[in-house]
């Protein structure tokens, strides 16, 4: 009962990290206007987390280390929820933005510590079943949130999505200190290597400014971009000389020398930009396009969650059974693939149900990788190491999902302009149809009463309003064949894992390390 609590519990705080990841994104508008700030100012409460938790997750072997895992985890708890009760009480955007950053450095630990306990509470011939329940969360948790998020700011205020953290961080915090045992294979660190988490804090945190603040600034037209963009790479380069000729390293880096982890963390940058991206997307698509209210955007995503859910368990089971991993991960990618060429195929008339459906078969390639690429990830890592491989791996995913939403915002900005540009050089008063459309709008609005300059004003208005539809439309067409064609272009990496080795071999080999 006690391993049972404990597994319920730590992934119940893996899920409540990861919706703080993405529920804040549908209140900005709303704590602009209470806290009588700029969207760009409020817009660092979401890169604030975001740079916090980037940096914390790869140092999570160093501390749990040092310090251990009951107080790391515990510590983190109660940081995460004090934090998050002091956000709800912010007077000001920037003691909001402030504690948003110390709620991600507590939440950092609650991601990669979870994933581990819920490893070592599995034998090692049952990692599979552990990736699985471990997998639910991290594929509920962004899911969920910009949907529970708006029906929180529907009902209630943005202080509530912060309020919410309390009762569920205080509960996980008891059990916790009551039932969490120490790490069996904890080695506390003798000096500590501040030189490598200095450049670590300099290096991801620069680059995790630049992911989330650069298509709003411009990009390299702005000068504080271009300057964290040389400290991002010269921190970055620092960093890998220093964890791999130093003798205690922070982030142990020497263990990505395993062709299965370095090639399932890449394998889970791109997942990551995939399950960030369209779970990004696809409901900016329904609402701005199809009109869909933040509901019936919600309700959308239900069926494949649900559908996920079950087939997460299944692929454990399978994969337990001596199913290639690799085939798994295959298929999954192949999910995927066909979700973002289904939904490039869509039109503005496409009706609820087809999204949907479509939607099911991200939410099938998603829980077809999780699961295996989690497995292989620490498959060949000996026991002492899987914190620190584990932490790498979900490293991957966040950094995987910054990169996705950066690429895609800047993406869209482009094709948009591309897009406009060749539809507006079609509307010409030599073209009849254009000639015909606007003279039986400007009719419309002469029936409605307004003089014939007033009416072609408004006729003109809305044959721009036309044109820019079809500018959203075909932006996130490109959107999607672009996800698409990256998953498409990965499939020559799963050339690198043996199609031939069941998966029990690899839980052995395992083992025997």
């Given at each position: 009962m006690?391993?049972?609590?404990?597994?319920?519990?730590?992934?119940?705080?893996?899920?409540?990290?990861?919706?703080?990841?993405?529920?804040?994104?549908?209140?900005?508008?709303?704590?602009?206007?209470?806290?009588?700030?700029?969207?760009?100012?409020?817009?660092?409460?979401?890169?604030?987390?975001?740079?916090?938790?980037?940096?914390?997750?790869?140092?999570?072997?160093?501390?749990?280390?040092n310090l251990g895992r009951r107080n790391y985890y515990i510590g983190s708890l109660v940081l995460f929820t004090l934090c998050s009760f002091i956000c709800g009480n912010a007077s000001g955007i920037w003691e909001l933005v402030a504690f948003r950053f110390f709620q991600g450095i507590g939440g950092g630990a609650l991601l990669s510590v979870s994933a581990t306990v819920v490893y070592e509470c599995f034998p090692k011939e049952k990692q599979n079943i552990a990736s699985a329940l471990?997998?639910?969360?991290?594929?509920?948790?962004?899911?969920?949130?910009?949907?529970?998020?708006?029906?929180?700011?529907?009902?209630?205020?943005?202080?509530?999505?912060f309020y919410i953290n309390i009762p569920i961080g205080i509960i996980t915090a008891i059990i916790c200190y009551r039932i969490l045992p120490e790490s069996p294979t904890r080695k506390k660190v003798k000096e500590i290597d501040w030189a490598g988490i200095l450049l670590l804090i300099a290096g991801i945190g620069s680059l995790q400014t630049i992911l989330e603040r650069g298509e709003t600034e411009?990009?390299?037209?702005?000068?504080?971009?271009?300057?964290?963009?040389?400290?991002?790479?010269?921190?970055?380069?620092?960093?890998?000389?220093?964890?791999?000729?130093?003798?205690?390293?922070?982030?142990?880096?020497?263990?990505?020398?395993?062709?299965?982890?370095?090639?399932?963390?890449?394998?889970?940058?791109?997942?990551?930009m995939g399950m960030f991206t369209s779970i990004y997307l696809t409901p900016v698509f329904a609402q701005r396009l199809l009109q869909f209210t933040p509901s019936m955007a919600g309700l959308m995503?239900?069926?494949?969650?649900?559908?996920?859910?079950?087939?997460?368990?299944?692929?454990?089971?399978?994969?337990?059974?001596?199913?290639?991993?690799?085939?798994?991960v295959f298929i999954g990618f192949c999910c995927f693939i066909y979700f973002n060429w289904s939904m490039s195929r869509v039109t503005l008339e496409v009706p609820f149900t087809t999204i949907s459906v479509n939607l099911i078969f991200r939410a099938l390639g998603m829980a077809l990788l999780t699961v295996p690429l989690s497995t292989l990830a620490i498959s060949s890592l000996r026991s002492e190491d899987i914190p620190q491989g584990t932490a790498i791996n979900n490293m991957m995913r966040q950094l995987g999902g910054s990169f996705g939403i950066s690429i895609i915002n800047t993406f869209i900005v482009r094709r948009m302009a591309q897009h406009r540009s060749d539809l507006v050089s079609n509307i010409t008063y030599t073209n009849n149809s254009v000639v015909e459309r606007l003279n039986k709008y400007t009719a419309l609005f002469q029936t409605k009463g307004f003089g014939h300059d007033n009416a072609q004003h408004r006729a003109i208005g809305l044959m721009d309003m036309i044109v820019q539809k079809q500018v959203f439309m075909l932006s996130y067409i490109d959107a999607y064949l672009f996800i698409g064609a990256a998953f498409a272009l990965s499939l020559p990496l799963l050339l690198f894992f043996s199609m031939r080795k069941s998966n029990k071999k690899i839980v052995v080999a395992a083992a025997d390390h």
């Open positions: 006690n391993r049972i609590l404990l597994i319920i519990t730590v992934i119940s705080a893996a899920i409540m990290e990861l919706i703080d990841t993405s529920i804040v994104n549908v209140a900005i508008n709303h704590m602009s206007g209470s806290l009588g700030a700029t969207l760009e100012d409020t817009s660092w409460v979401v890169t604030s987390y975001g740079i916090a938790n980037v940096i914390i997750i790869p140092m999570t072997g160093f501390l749990v280390n471990f997998g639910i969360g991290v594929f509920i948790g962004p899911t969920i949130g910009p949907t529970l998020g708006g029906h929180i700011i529907d009902n209630f205020s943005w202080e509530w999505i411009d990009w390299f037209e702005t000068r504080y971009i271009t300057i964290l963009a040389v400290i991002a790479f010269l921190s970055l380069l620092l960093f890998v000389y220093r964890e791999l000729t130093t003798a205690q390293p922070v982030v142990k880096l020497s263990i990505l020398r395993s062709p299965s982890l370095s090639i399932s963390a890449l394998l889970t940058f791109i997942t990551g995503l239900l069926p494949g969650s649900i559908i996920a859910v079950f087939a997460l368990i299944i692929t454990g089971r399978a994969l337990q059974k001596g199913v290639p991993p690799a085939l798994v």
